[in-house]
C-alpha cells in the first residue's frame, strides 16, 4: 500500500503527455515568427544608420552633437513605453492565445514605421514634426512590447525539446537579417544619393518599405495554429473548471488566478528568481545588442570621425557574420547547454571590450574591422541561446506575460537606453572607452545572473509535457519515464522501510 501510494506521487508519463511536433506547422511557426522579428529590426537597422540625417531633417540645430543625442532620445522613448505594451500583450497572450496577439502586434509595427515615412520635416511644419516622429516611437514601442516575447514564446512551445536551441536561433536570425536589410539598404540609398539627396527625400525610402513587409508578415501570422502547450493548459483549465462546477464547487485557485488580477502578483513573488535572472540575461544581450547595432556607426561617424561609409559597411559586415554563425550556436546551445554559453560569453566580454574598442579606434579598414568582428563574435554568444533560455525559465501559464515583463523592464531601462547614455557619456566626459566600460558592466551582470541558471537544454519547457519529433522518440520517453518513476519509488520504499540502509552502504 504504501509503494503505491509512493507511485502515485511520481506519476510516469502517458503517451497522450508526449506531443509529437508535425514538421510543417513547426516550419510555419519558425518563419512567421521570424519575419516579425525581421520587420521590428529593419527599422532598427534603418533608424540607426539615418540618425545623422533625421537629425538634421526634424531636430534643426547649430550643434550636430545635439542633434544625435536628441535623435537618440527619441528612439529611447520607444523602449520607455514597452513595458506597457508587455503589461498588455503579455497577459493578454497567456489569456487568448500567443497567436492573435502576434497577429496585432506585427500590424502596429508596420503601421508606426510605414507612418515615420510619410512624415512632414522640421523646415515644413515646425515643432510638431518632432511630436509626430515621437508618436510613431511610441505606437512602435508599446506594439514591440509583445512581440519578441511573444514569438520566443511561440517557438519555445512549438520546438522539440531537443532542437529549441537551434530552431529559437532563428528568431535572431531574423533579427540580424532585418537588421542587415535596413542598414544595407540606407547604404546603397547614401551611396546613390549623397548626403543632401538624403536629407531631401531619400531617408523616406527604407520606412516605406515597412507597409508591404508588414502586409506579408501578418499574412503568415495569420495562418499560424495554436501552439500545443497553451492548448493543453487551456483544456486542463477547462477540465478543471467543468469538475468543480459539476460537483458545484467553485473555480480552482489556478483558473481564478489565471484570470484576475492576481497574475503580476504571482510573477513578482512566487516567480522573482526567475524575473531577476531574465532581466540579468536580456540586460547582457541588449546592451550588447544596440551597442553594436545602434550606437556603433554613429559612434564611428560623430565621436572618432571615420568615414561614414567606412563605417556602415564594417558594421553591416558584422552584422551578416552574426546572421551566419547564430544557427551554429543555437545549435550548440542544444549539444553543450545554454549556461556554458552565456558564461563564456559574459567573462569574454569583460575581458575583451577594452581591446574592441582600441582596435575600432584605430585607423583604417583591418584594424577596426577586426574589432567590430570581435563584439560581433560576443553577441552572437548570447543572441544564438537567448531565445531558447528566456521561456524556459517561466512555467506555461505564466510564460508569455512574465517574459514579456521580465524583458522589456529590463531593455527599457538598459538595452534601449544605451545609444543616448553611451552617447551622453562620451560627450560629457570626453573618454572615448566609455562604451568599453558599459559592455564590461554588462558582462559583470550577465555573469552573476548566469551563475544563479539552471540548465534546460533538451528538457521540457515548465508546466509542459516533453516534444519529440517522431513517434519511436515519444515511446522511447514514455518508457524511461516508468523506469525512473519505478526506480524512484523503489528508493523511496527502501528508505522508508529500512532507514539504516544509508548508514551501512555509505551514502
Same mark, same amino acid.
Given at each position: 500500500?504504501v509503494r ?5 506521487r ?21 518563419a ?7 520587420m ?17 531633417v ?5 550643434e550636430p ?12 522613448v ?13 497577459p493578454?497572450?497567456?489569456r ?13 509595427m508596420?503601421i ?7 512624415l512632414?520635416?522640421?523646415?515644413t ?5 518632432p ?5 510613431c516611437?511610441?505606437?512602435q ?15 519555445a512551445?512549438?520546438?522539440?525539446d531537443?532542437?529549441?536551441?537551434f ?14 536589410l ?13 548626403e ?6 531619400g ?10 513587409m ?16 497553451f492548448q493543453?493548459?487551456?483544456?486542463r483549465?477547462?477540465?478543471?473548471a467543468a ?6 464547487e467553485?473555480?480552482?485557485v ?6 484576475g ?8 513573488t512566487?516567480?522573482?528568481q ?20 545602434s ?17 556602415q559597411v564594417l558594421?553591416?559586415g558584422?552584422?551578416?557574420v552574426?546572421?551566419l ?10 549539444r553543450?547547454?545554454?549556461r ?7 567573462? @569574454?566580454?569583460i $575581458?575583451?571590450? =577594452?581591446?574592441? !574598442?582600441l &582596435?575600432?579606434?584605430?585607423? +583604417?579598414i583591418? *584594424?577596426?574591422?577586426? #574589432?567590430?568582428?570581435v ?5 552572437v ?10 521561456p524556459?525559465?517561466?512555467?506555461t501559464?505564466?510564460r508569455?506575460g512574465a517574459?514579456s515583463i ?8 538598459f538595452g ?25 558592466? @554588462?558582462g559583470? $551582470?550577465?555573469? =552573476?545572473?548566469? !551563475?544563479? &541558471?539552471?540548465?534546460t537544454? +533538451?528538457?521540457? *519547457?515548465?508546466?509542459? #509535457? ?13 518508457a ?6 519505478g526506480?524512484?519509488a523503489?528508493d ?7 532507514p ?8
Open positions: 500500500m503505491t501510494l509512493l507511485r502515485r511520481k506519476q510516469p508519463l502517458s503517451r497522450k503527455d508526449v506531443t509529437v511536433v508535425d514538421p510543417p506547422r513547426m516550419r510555419r511557426a519558425v512567421a515568427t521570424a519575419v516579425g522579428n525581421t521590428e529590426w529593419f527599422d532598427f537597422g534603418v533608424y540607426a544608420y539615418v540618425a545623422v540625417t533625421l537629425g538634421k526634424f531636430f534643426p540645430a547649430d552633437a545635439t542633434q544625435v543625442v536628441a535623435t537618440f532620445a527619441t528612439f529611447a520607444a523602449f520607455l513605453v514597452r513595458p506597457l505594451g508587455g503589461l498588455l500583450f503579455g493578454l497572450g497567456d487568448i492565445g500567443r497567436r492573435r496577439v502576434l497577429s496585432t502586434t506585427m500590424i502596429m508596420a508606426g514605421t510605414f507612418a515615420v515615412g510619410v512632414p520635416s522640421y523646415d511644419i515646425g515643432f510638431t514634426a511630436l509626430l516622429l515621437l508618436l516611437r511610441v505606437v514601442g508599446f506594439s514591440t512590447g509583445g512581440e519578441y516575447a511573444g514569438a520566443t514564446t511561440y517557438i512551445e512549438f520546438a522539440p531537443t532542437r529549441r536551441g530552431l529559437g536561433s532563428w528568431l535572431d536570425f531574423g533579427t540580424f537579417i532585418g537588421y542587415a535596413g542598414s544595407g539598404l540606407v547604404t546603397v540609398l547614401t551611396a546613390a544619393l549623397g543632401q539627396g538624403m536629407v531631401d527625400w531617408w523616406r525610402v527604407p520606412f516605406l518599405v515597412a507597409g508591404p508588414g502586409l506579408i508578415g501578418l499574412y503568415m501570422r495569420l495562418r499560424l495554429e495554436e501552439t500545443p502547450a493543453q493548459e487551456a483544456e483549465a477547462a477540465e478543471a469538475a468543480a462546477e459539476a460537483h458545484g467553485p473555480r480552482p489556478e483558473e481564478a488566478r489565471q484570470s488580477q492576481g497574475r503580476l502578483k504571482e510573477i513578482f512566487r516567480h522573482w526567475a524575473v531577476l535572472i531574465c532581466m540579468g540575461l536580456v540586460l547582457l544581450y541588449n546592451v550588447t545588442n544596440y551597442m553594436v547595432t550606437y556603433l556607426p554613429t559612434y564611428m561617424t560623430s565621436t572618432l570621425g571615420q568615414n561614414a561609409t567606412t563605417a558594421v553591416l558584422t552584422m551578416v552574426v546572421a554563425a547564430i544557427t551554429v550556436v543555437g545549435r550548440g546551445s542544444d553543450w547547454g545554454r556554458p554559453l552565456f558564461l563564456a560569453g559574459s567573462v @569574454a566580454m $575581458v575583451l571590450a =577594452v581591446p574592441s !574598442l &582596435l575600432i579606434k584605430e585607423g +583604417g583591418v *584594424l577596426p574591422a577586426l #574589432g567590430c568582428l563584439l560581433g563574435l560576443l553577441l554568444t548570447f543572441a544564438g541561446n537567448s531565445a531558447a533560455t528566456l524556459a525559465l517561466f512555467p501559464r505564466l508569455y517574459l521580465s524583458y522589456n523592464i529590463s531593455v527599457s531601462l534601449g537606453t544605451t545609444p543616448l547614455l553611451a552617447s551622453w557619456l562620451v560627450a560629457t566626459t570626453h573618454d572615448t572607452l566609455v562604451p568599453a566600460y558599459y559592455l564590461m558592466a @554588462a559583470a $551582470v550577465g555573469l =552573476v545572473a548566469t !551563475l544563479f &541558471l539552471h540548465e537544454a +533538451g528538457r521540457p *519547457l515548465r508546466g509542459s #509535457g516533453p516534444m519529440v519529433e517522431t513517434e519511436e522518440q515519444a515511446r522511447t520517453s514514455v524511461e519515464s516508468r523506469t525512473e518513476a526506480r524512484r523503489r523511496v520504499w527502501i528508505r522508508v522501510r529500512h539504516w540502509t544509508r548508514h551501512h552502504t555509505g551514502e
